[in-house]
């Protein structure tokens, strides 16, 4: 599937290496495919220095395979960068926010979005100084904050079940309660751990 040239690392593009294509999810009637870069493009950046800005690629299903359509624009929390997504229900999209620092350890955010009506901000050059464009999103979870369930580490971390989550998806969903699945990846290092955790989660309607 084709990658705008504004997606692709210098010299073709305004991305930065590896903080380029991250999240990626299938709908649940396999009619959308979303693909969110981790990190912003150089021209995104806002004139107030704020990088917090994302692009998120929509393809459709056609006739011929999928094309891409549309491009959302997202921002992200302070420190924070696109970890994966998650689609469901008819337009909802659940974004794994995540951030790590040597003192703190990991943080994990869930934040839900829909799509349907959400601007195409392909057109738009600068997101950065186009905050109005960009998707409201709804608190889902800060995994952070939950509790620890006995968990150990093997680094610093605010609480303990913390790790570099990557991996995300929506197991089953009852109305607005849904399983989610998350699990992390221990880059072969011998001071981090791999975990699958489980959260029963209230997704906004779709």
Known sequence: MPVPARL??????EATPNATLEGLSI?????TIYAAMEGTLSGDVSSTGDAG???ILVY?????????????GYHVDPGMRISEVA???????LVME?????????AIELYAVHTRHARD?????DLGNSPHAVLPKTLVSNVTACPSLGATAKEPQTNPLMDNYEGMTIEARHGRDAQVLLISDDNFSATQTTR??????????H
């Open 87 to 93: 689609a469901y229900g008819r337009d909802g999209l």
């Open 196 to 205: 699958l955790l489980r959260l029963q989660a209230a997704l906004p309607p």
């Open 98 to 106: 995540a951030a790590y620092e040597p003192a703190t350890g990991n």
């Open 53 to 55: 800005y994302r692009r």
């Open 8 to 13: 692709h690392v210098p010299p073709i593009g």
């Open 60 to 72: 459709t299903k056609g006739r011929h395979g999928y094309a891409l359509t549309r491009q959302l």
């Open 121 to 125: 901000v392909s057109a738009i050059g």
């Open 27 to 31: 709908s649940p009637d396999g009619a």
